[in-house]
């Protein structure tokens, strides 16, 4: 099989969401997935997705979320990205529970889902230039 890619960018709307999940699955649907595989990356990209519109952009509805994703062979890698207010420490980000929005009762358990579901899960970001967040996951070999 031929590398593939593909990239969309969207508004930071909430309701764009499930359109990132949507569109993100349709592209990976031709590794032949299982249902298992498929909710996985659906629900990584999710999260990240969220975490662009609410932490990196406040909520503002006026930004851009962009992403790309890419397969070769049996791997997908998905990037998610925004040019929001970027993560201060990744290192606290990434501990389950935290969240820089308590008062919007968030879980604090996004990238430990993305680590969860996803094979593997890289984090870079700048103090008011935004984040990026690169998640790999192998699949299964098609039959």
């Known amino acids: 099989m031929n590398d593939n890619i593909m990239k969309?960018?969207?508004?930071?709307k909430s309701q764009n969401e499930s359109f990132a999940?949507?569109?993100?699955?349709?592209?990976?649907s031709q590794l032949d997935p299982t249902i298992e595989e498929l909710t996985d990356v659906k629900t990584a990209v999710s999260e990240a997705v969220t975490n662009a519109i609410i932490h990196g952009y406040n909520s503002r509805d006026d930004e851009?979320?962009?992403?790309e994703a890419s397969i070769k062979e049996t791997v997908v890698t998905i990037m998610i990205q925004d040019n929001g207010t970027g993560i201060e420490?990744?290192?606290?980000?990434?501990?389950?529970?935290?969240?820089?929005?308590?008062?919007?009762?968030r879980s604090g358990m996004g990238f430990t889902v993305m680590e969860t579901f996803m094979d593997s899960l890289e984090v870079f970001s700048e103090k008011n230039k935004g984040t990026k967040v690169i998640m790999k996951k192998k699949f299964l070999s098609l039959n």
């Open 8 to 12: 969309i960018e969207f508004l930071s």
């Open 21 to 28: 999940r949507v569109a993100v699955a349709a592209f990976v």
């Open 64 to 67: 851009m979320v962009y992403i």
């Open 89 to 105: 420490d990744i290192n606290l980000a990434r501990q389950p529970l935290y969240t820089s929005r308590p008062d919007l009762e």
